[in-house]
């Protein structure tokens, strides 16, 4: 067909039309919201690179938690602040550390949220770095998955309804499920950062959990950014260990990647809209320079687009305020 024939401007001609005709859709369901979780009471602490964004108490958690839950969003993700750290991340793994006692705590008060536990020492080690280290300064693979192991099993027996191993050592989804499974946990569902980049955008996320690395940087075992097809073989090779969803990590510069993803696999797939795609856009708009929340609706309608049927993204909770609105 050819114009005068087809006009396609007839189905854009008002807001009905164009919601009739809309190939995708935002929802409340799509969406995880990431809470920072510290020691503490009463303590609500703004993250200086990412307005709107806080270091929880657990009894604040407990709060924003049940407000998530009114929002109609299914799903939070926790990161925790430990209270000390050394070389080998003993507070991530923990029974009464700063996660599983929130763990606990929110699920007492909101049973019905689901809970994910970020898995990775990260937050928890001295150095900065998501594992062990050798003499040399290296993280050690096969080591790290111990304690990635006693990690996943404490969140799974504080309640957590899925652990994320977000640490990219090789092998640690089939040693977490095989724990997992042999300890009775066989219906907690794995996350896997299966696709997570050496991305510069992670910047504000550091700042917020202290998890900076106090010297190098990640490269040796996160993925790099020219990588396209590298990215299919780690998602192949987590499912294959027993992940229940995938995860690529950044979104925005990964679009690509979420749509090779989901058309190789057909799984669930995530997508994480990291801190730098949040504090960037937040920053655009103090500027004055850019709609807030039409960029932030349109970035995630971006990611939905290519494939990612769950989103983590720190603008969860104004985008359920924004679908309300609308």
């Known amino acids: 067909m050819s114009f005068p024939t087809h006009r396609a401007r007839r189905l854009r001609q008002n807001a009905n039309w164009r919601r009739m005709v809309s190939e995708t859709s935002l929802s409340v369901d799509d ?25 929880l108490s657990i009894d604040e958690a407990v709060r924003e938690a049940r407000a998530v839950h009114e929002d109609g969003i299914p799903a939070i993700i926790l990161f925790g602040i430990p209270e000390s750290k050394d070389a080998v991340g003993s507070e991530g793994y923990d029974p009464e550390g700063i996660i599983p006692k929130a763990i606990r705590a929110i699920k007492m008060e909101v049973p019905e949220l689901l809970v994910w536990a970020d898995v990775c020492m990260c ?16 993280v050690d693979n096969d080591s790290t998955l111990e304690l990635l192991v006693q990690e996943s099993l404490v969140y799974a027996e504080a309640g957590a309804d899925a652990v994320a191993p977000s640490d990219m050592m090789d092998g640690r989804i089939g ?42 940087d990640r490269r040796a075992y996160q993925m790099d950014p020219p990588n396209s097809d590298e990215a299919l073989r780690e998602v192949a090779e987590d499912l294959e260990e027993g992940a229940d969803i995938v995860m690529v990590k950044p ?18 797939t995530a997508a994480y809209q ?42 969860a909770r104004d985008l359920a305020r924004w679908l309300r609105e609308s």
């Open 274 to 315: 990291v801190s730098g795609e949040y504090s960037l856009i937040k920053a655009g708009a103090a500027k004055g320079w850019i709609d807030e929340k039409r960029v932030a609706m349109e970035s995630l309608l971006g990611i939905k687009r290519a494939g990612a049927g769950i989103i983590i993204t720190y603008f």
């Open 31 to 55: 969406l995880v919201y990431p809470l920072f979780i510290m020691h503490g009471e009463h303590l609500r602490t703004e993250v200086p690179s990412m307005p709107g964004v806080f270091q």
């Open 123 to 138: 937050e928890y080690t001295d150095h900065g770095h998501c594992g062990l280290l050798t003499d040399s300064g290296e």
């Open 251 to 268: 979104a925005g510069p990964y679009l690509d990647i979420i749509r090779r993803v989901r058309e190789a696999f057909e799984v669930p």
């Open 175 to 216: 040693a977490i499920r095989e724990a997992l499974d042999e300890s009775g946990f066989k219906k907690t569902v794995i996350v896997s950062y299966a696709a997570k980049y050496s991305s510069a955008f992670y910047g504000p996320f550091r700042d917020a959990a202290y998890s900076a690395p106090a010297f190098g």
